[in-house]
């Protein structure tokens, strides 16, 4: 909808306030409940949010590391811009209305806002004659506590909401079918459809596969698809989370990410079928470029202490630098069934990642390898890709992965200084806040908010 229709609908509606939300570099929705009046007026002029909106982690600590945001700035007011093509009914609160901005005029975050980034990265592929079609899939738990029984119990040993490992299961959705039907039902309502729902391994586990869609609406509805299975959940008494290895004695969640480049006219332009794995050299290119720069930007997929846990043998999640066709041991699978369903799933992001920046570092990558006119030297792997002692292996933690990207000039090529500088920086933080030695660390810092 264009902003006169947003208006022209916001006045029929006769709503007294609409609830707006951007998000940080954790890619946590933090946001406001405006008046309409306030609405209209910001549509125009932008809204203020304190600049610390950058500033600080996810349990509101302000850095005390970045140029962009800090003390030394005073914390004034940046303008954020409302983009009314976001607009959303919110049908667990009486369809209220809703919509996503980001700071794409604002002169002093827009170089370090998330979504902003994004729009940046997905204009480099207009400008190539792409266009992104991308979706996420997430994996997360559900168990039978609150925010303030987990507090209570000092987060040791949350109860799942179901018991046992048990994939696929017809049953464990049935035992739920209240909770299950309304998170299929008013994802739908919130504008974040889904192509698929169903258990995953583990205790109380589910995956959905979220409609794809082009890459900016692809990362909106993961990002917001995230908060919202949150506050759907709380309605059960509940807490959904999205950690990326809360135990590790069971698998961990992924935030796959699934993506194709089209032309103009509906081509899907990864197709060749004189090609015998269906591959054109275009789709090469960009995998080619997925590989090379995956080691320099790991923390855009994995940007938490937590999320290197996942990376285990044996866990369906990957451990190395590497790719193969319909293959769930790799990094990178081909899945090259038709020309109109032929992608690439990106297995690395788990489900702690901000989607913006996931999906910005995933596109930034394959655009490189076509650019470059990269060739796809690492040969796909047949088989267990976990057996293979030849493969790059991924860096081990936050620390080692956070020093490589800071060394890199193909993160630097991909986004850009500032983003780069300030990015690292809210990483090393990161790492510098773990303290292994105390009881439910990760948990804590997490398990609800992440």
Not at 57 to 86: E, L
Not at 174 to 179: F, K, R
């Amino acid at each position: 909808m264009t902003k006169k229709e947003i208006i022209q609908l916001i006045k029929e509606l006769g709503v007294k306030n609409v609830k707006f939300g951007i998000t940080d570099i954790d890619g946590i929705l933090r946001g406001k409940i405006i008046s309409t009046e306030k609405f209209l007026k910001s549509l125009n002029e932008g809204i203020g949010f304190c600049n610390v909106i950058f500033g600080w982690d996810m349990n509101d600590a302000c850095y005390d590391n970045t140029r962009v945001s800090g003390w030394q700035t005073g914390y004034p007011d940046s303008f954020a811009s409302i983009d009314p093509h976001t607009y959303r009914k919110i049908p667990w609160e009486n369809e209220k209305p809703f919509f996503l901005g980001d700071f794409s005029g604002s002169d002093d975050m827009k170089e370090v806002c998330p979504r902003t980034l994004l729009k940046k990265v997905r204009s480099e592929a207009t400008e190539m004659g792409f266009v992104p079609k991308f979706s996420s899939e997430f994996e997360w738990f559900n168990f039978d506590e609150t925010m303030h029984s987990l507090k209570e119990k000092e987060y040791t040993d949350p109860t799942p909401l179901t018991p046992g490992m048990f994939g696929y299961s017809v049953l464990r959705a049935s035992q739920n079918s209240e909770y299950i039907n309304d998170l299929f039902d008013l994802l739908d309502g919130f504008g974040i459809p889904l192509e698929g729902f169903h258990t995953e391994t583990g205790d109380g586990v589910y995956e959905a596969a979220i409609t794809y869609d082009e890459i900016l609406e692809s990362a909106d509805r993961a990002a917001l698809f995230k908060t919202a299975v949150k506050e759907i959940a709380s309605q059960y008494d509940l807490t959904a989370s999205f950690m990326a290895k809360w135990n590790p004695e069971l698998p961990g969640c992924s935030a796959h990410i699934h993506q194709s480049l089209w032309n103009k006219k509906g081509v899907n332009l990864f197709f060749d079928k004189s090609n015998d794995a269906n591959m054109s050299p275009l789709m090469e290119h960009y995998i080619a470029g997925l590989l090379h720069c995956l080691p320099h930007i790991l923390p855009m997929y994995a940007p938490t202490v937590n999320s290197y846990k996942r990376y285990v043998e044996g866990s369906w999640a990957a451990t190395s630098v590497s790719w193969g066709i319909e293959n769930r041991t790799t990094a990178l699978r081909v899945i090259n069934h038709g020309k109109h369903s032929i992608r690439i799933e990106n297995r690395v992001p788990g489900a702690d990642v901000n989607p913006y920046l996931s999906m910005a570092a995933s596109l930034a990558s394959g655009l490189y390898g076509i650019k470059h006119k990269l060739t796809l030297d690492i040969s796909p792997t047949k088989g267990n890709e976990y057996e293979n002692k030849n493969s790059q292996p991924l860096p081990e933690d936050l620390h080692k992965a956070t020093e490589a990207m800071k060394k890199s000039d193909v993160a630097h090529d991909l986004f850009g200084d500032t983003f780069v500088d300030h990015f690292i920086k809210t990483r090393e933080w990161e790492w510098r806040q773990y303290k292994p030695e105390q009881k439910n660390w990760e948990l804590k810092r997490y398990f609800e908010i992440i």
